[in-house]
């Protein structure tokens, strides 16, 4: 496995000296903060909790969504004072937003002293050193290699009971809504060794849930040849990890020896999938460049529950996609009720830079976005509780992961990706206990510990 090389950086450099990181977006964006902060560790940095203590403040921002560039600017205008107050204080710019950005983030914010990219984050502690070495430099350091493997030990500072494993960064997908393809490059797997190893070591402290990370999951092809399922197949088998998760899948690619495998696994893979299907209308999933249609996104629904019958399911939706009609999105809304989705992560459609979708010209008006958008969670809303209620009186499998010694509740998740909350001692966390639930709330069971 590569060594990250900070030895040639001097052990001066961090002494003394604390880090702010700053995160906006998704689970990806919050693994890299993780990383960043463990590489400047390594360099004797300090993290540490408000930018008025920090030497470095770094910006790790999201694009996928929203207009982020607008918030980074809005953010370092607000360090003006501490820039002013401490000449040693450097500020960068880094994950997608620096990615996609590049030189124009220092152009139109003096302020910014460093921008690197989704690709040169373990470059981070010699980036820092040589923004120190050279009086006013400004550092631009966002090349992307493409293709070249993955070759990263996963760095989690303090990964508790359930982490993150990165399996593969990129896609090559290309959904004409999406700007990923464009600040994460193209994929990229890691060696299945390098997984196998990285939770092992995981496991060694403490770690008893992962979650296998990547865009496209399901499109993971190992050096060694193996695919996604041979790799779900081989941690469960090969590591003493008690539970395994991943995500995100995507439909095109989801197959029934995916299916088989956690069937087959039961014992640690959970039964829960997070399937997005973006539309329920074929016409726009075409225009998506998705790569099937509502009835084949139908067809992996019913391969899944006739393998793994007890499966939880969730998804990703875009609303107001250009071109959308009313009737299109009725789609949508009865693709939700069809399938059953226990949770709906919906997002009104945002042009993104670089994209085919923002060239299009039939954009819809942001008021009906809102519109759709806001009537969806009601209609989901509506089915979610009910499906929750579902949950009183089973009992569940749920991994303790935090105390509240407060007011001595517990919680952690089922294998259902369910948030369960009980009474209970803090020694009970890395556990695995029986909950039996009493309550149902939309965003959370209530429950009791079985007694042995
Ligand atoms: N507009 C709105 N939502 C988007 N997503 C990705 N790109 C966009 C966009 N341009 C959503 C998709 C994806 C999730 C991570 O973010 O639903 O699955
Ligand atoms: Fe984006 Fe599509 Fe790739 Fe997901 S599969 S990251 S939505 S391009």
Redesign the pocket.
Known sequence: MDQINNEKLSSDLGSGRGVYISTYGCQMNVNDTDRMYSLLEMANFSPVQTPEEASVIILNACSIREKPVHKVYSEVGTYRKLKERNPELRIGVGGCVGQQEKENLIKNQPMIDFVFGTDTIDSLPQIVADVYAKEKAKIVSTKVEHRSPYHVETLVRNPGVSTFVNIAKG?D???SF?V??YTRGREKSRPLQHVLTDIRHLIKRGVKEVTLLG??VNSYHSDCGADFADLLARVAKETDIERIRYT?S?PKDFNQKLVDIMYANQDKVCEYIHLPFQSGNSRILERMNRGYTREEYLEKIKMIKAAIPNVVLSTDIIVGFPGETEEEFADTVSLVKEVGFETIFAFKYSPRPFTKAAKFADQVDESVKGTRLNYLFDEHDKMAFELAKAYEGRILDVLVEKSEPTDSKVSGRSTQNKLVHFLGSESLIGKTVPVRITKAFPAVLRGELVQA
């Open positions: 896609c997908n290309f959904c999406c990923v393809p865009q496209n995100t995507h």
